[in-house]
């Protein structure tokens, strides 16, 4: 079990109920960017940042022992004060040696995603002015054709009227 734990795609933290790390396993180490060695030093707390948004430690602590488990949004920061945007799950178990409570945080990256997201929305805005400006500049141009129109129609008539007598006068003209 340990060896599907270990090598299993999905960020695998095991902490104490106090913060302390007990185990990360491969994908965890990789993405936080912390060797192992050091991560047993550290508090989940300066891994879990608390950006408005998302969820601090305190606030997953709460929720694991009142409920047991929770799924939340949370920035991580990994080695280097990089954030990562995240999904996570947590639960909390009972270790049977001890007989106390474990929580295990299963996260997964999805910084790319939202940052496709917030580009998807910037192009939806960008595409919603171009078509406000479309929109315009249709009209506009359906107004100018209109001008066109009546200008082309009034100059017509006007040059047909005085043509008119000139040719009846030419044909008076032109009979022998």
């Not at 060797?35 to 430690?57: F, H, K, M, N, Q």
């Not at 406000?132 to 006007?158: C, G, P, Q, V, W």
Request: with cysteine.
């Amino acid at each position: 079990m340990a060896r599907i734990v270990e090598h299993t795609p999905i960020n695998i933290v095991v902490t104490k109920t106090d913060g302390g790390i007990l185990y990360v396993n491969s994908c965890a180490e990789r993405d936080l960017k912390f060797p192992r060695d050091t991560l047993g030093s550290v508090s989940v707390e300066a891994l879990i940042s608390d950006t408005g948004d998302g969820i601090s430690w305190k606030d997953l602590r709460e929720r694991l022992d009142r409920d047991k488990s929770c799924e939340a949004k949370a920035t991580l920061i990994s080695k280097g004060g990089n954030e990562i945007l995240c999904t996570l799950f947590a639960f909390s178990i009972v270790e049977t040696a001890h007989n106390e409570n474990i929580f295990v945080l299963q996260f997964k990256d999805i910084t790319g995603e939202m940052k496709g997201v917030d580009q998807i929305e910037r192009k939806n805005i960008e595409m919603a002015k171009i078509n406000t400006e479309l929109i315009r500049s249709n009209a506009e141009l359906k107004r100018i054709s209109e001008l066109k129109s009546n200008f082309l129609s009034i100059a017509s008539h006007e040059l047909k009227t005085p043509l008119t007598s000139i040719k009846g006068y030419s044909d008076i003209i032109m009979t022998p």
